[in-house]
């Protein structure tokens, strides 16, 4: 049998990392030849000696050099940048995993669609602030997205052989994140560390904290919306503690459809990388109902989690909008992470970004990265004296 060939942006990340180990459990079947990782020289190259690949691409040319000092005769061609990450997206392989986080998986997504690669697809970020632009690439070329994101994953089983026009609506499911029993001004006077405690999924910390303000969901109603082609509108977010139901489809005949499962990124990452096949699991990763006794659902507080509601404000307005709330969310996120502001200022910084932000029409790569990068700036030049 042919091995697949594999190509992983952001190796050393969580979604790398796991990715990694449903193939090293998958052998016979998965051949990885490029990875693409930041700046962990030291767990990369614990990766290029168990997988052996034959391109490898980090952030810059010291780390490239710190990378040949570690090991000693690398048998692979290396790179850097935006074009090592360019390159790896594109090379020769079957399957490209984007496992980067932000907008920075952008480019390198356009790249392997161009190419007509097979994208398995957990960079949320990038569907939601160029939803047009990935659309009309996939029409243009004979490239396909896979979700990986373990809600997209749900809802692309429930759909299999139905027709998006009988759809009624998608039931995202959230796990609530840490703080869904705390009352509003706990939340305000949240810390980092509080914040980084998520209960039911072991994730990236910038994924972590977008989960502990809801704005993870927010954009991943986005995401949806771009991904099957539906009106936000459409999709409903629903607050599901145990985080077993990964997501579900309400028919328009009244039936739903839903997918459960493990709490595990390695089952949609399975799935992804398998598709439209499937393996047996060999992680013991069986979701146990009886276990689990009992499955809750509540209405999402948007009071409490104001960056749900900002999001689906964006969804409906469109044009730029994803972009701002996007970039905003990032930079709000890398502050709180380095403790320069708190929980709440995190919608703050996004709703004033989205306030003043005048929309306009971006139909390529260029306008988009404009408007990411005007976003950036301004908060830069303006928070640190309003907050
Ligand atoms: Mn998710």
């Known amino acids: 049998m042919k091995k697949k060939r594999i190509a ?31 700046s962990n020289a030291q767990l990369l190259a614990e990766q290029i000696k168990e997988h052996n690949p034959r391109f490898v691409s980090v952030k810059d040319s010291t780390l490239a050099q710190e990378l040949k000092a570690i090991l000693k005769n690398p048998s692979f061609e290396i790179f850097w940048g ?26 390198p997504t356009i790249s392997a669609l161009s190419h007509g690669k097979r994208v398995a697809f957990a960079n949320k970020e990038t569907l939601v602030i160029a939803g047009d ?21 749900a809802i692309h089983q429930c759909l299999s052989g139905q027709k998006i026009d009988t759809v009624k609506r998608m039931i995202l499911t959230a796990s609530g994140g840490p703080f869904r029993t705390w009352d509003i001004d706990q939340i305000k006077a949240a810390t980092k560390e509080q914040a980084l405690k998520h209960p039911t999924w072991v994730m990236g910390q910038k994924i972590t904290i977008d989960s502990a303000t809801l704005m993870n ?8 919306m771009n991904l099957f082609n539906i009106d936000s509108k459409k999709i409903d977010v629903l607050i599901h503690p145990q985080s077993i139901m990964h997501s579900a489809v309400e028919f328009i005949d009244g039936n739903i459809i839903s997918q459960l499962g493990a709490t595990d990124m390695k089952l949609p990452i399975q799935y ?52 701002v709330i996007n970039a905003a969310n990032e930079i709000a996120v890398d502050k709180f992470l380095k403790e320069e502001i708190t929980f709440f200022d995190i919608p ?9 932000h005048s929309p306009v029409s ?4 260029e306008d988009i990265l404009e408007v990411d990068k005007e976003v950036r700036v301004k908060i830069l030049e303006t928070q640190s004296s309003v907050v």
């Open 133 to 153: 632009l990935i659309k009309d690439l996939l029409v243009k070329n004979r490239g396909e997205i896979i979700p990986l994101d373990s809600e997209h994953v």
């Open 217 to 224: 969901k927010g954009l991943e109603v986005i995401e949806a």
């Open 348 to 356: 703050k910084i996004i709703s004033r970004a989205l306030e003043s």
């Open 82 to 107: 935006d074009i090592g990450l360019e390159f790896i997206s594109s090379c020769s392989c079957d399957i490209v995993v984007n496992g980067l986080v932000g907008a920075l998986g952008l480019k």
């Open 362 to 365: 971006t139909s390529s790569l």
């Open 272 to 323: 992804s990388l398998f598709y439209p096949e499937r393996r047996e699991l060999p992680f013991n990763l069986f979701c146990d109902l009886l276990s689990i006794g009992k499955l809750e659902f509540e209405k999402p507080d948007m009071e409490k989690f104001p960056c749900l509601k900002l999001a689906y404000e964006v969804a409906s307005k469109g044009k730029s909008y994803p972009i």
């Open 8 to 38: 992983i942006l952001g190796s050393t990340g969580s979604i790398g990392r796991q990715t990694l180990d449903v193939i090293s459990a998958f052998k016979d079947e998965f051949e990885v030849i490029g990875l693409a990782a930041g």
